[in-house]
């Protein structure tokens, strides 16, 4: 199950695995990204809490935890190459995984059609 935060995060429900990564749209919004910071694995975060920061030529962002849980693994990958974020954002540009504290969390989360209706 794929959902949506109103901030342009991107989670993919498995069972009570969240995997976390920034939509299409807030990449091309932040421009080339030239830095990734991920959160270490074992950190809890509640909903809608700081959880990783990019860095573009444009700016520097925070990505929020779209559920709260505990960080069961990050994607070393786009600490390497944060272009991967740019180049495959809901793919291999995955940020981290979270073991969901509170699964109805996700209820709240927009699904594809009400994002692309937010996007306009």
Known sequence: MLKFT????????????????????????????????????????????????????????EVYAPVGGQVVQANPAIVTDPSLVNSDPMGAGWFYKLKLADPSEVDALLDEAAYKALLG
């Open 6 to 61: 109103q901030e342009h995060e991107w989670v993919r429900i498995e069972g009570d695995a969240a995997t976390v990564g920034i939509t299409q749209h807030a990449q091309e919004q932040l421009g080339d990204l030239v830095f990734v910071e991920l959160p270490e694995v074992g950190r809890r975060f509640e909903k809608g809490a700081p959880s990783a920061v990019v860095e573009s030529v444009k700016a520097a962002s």
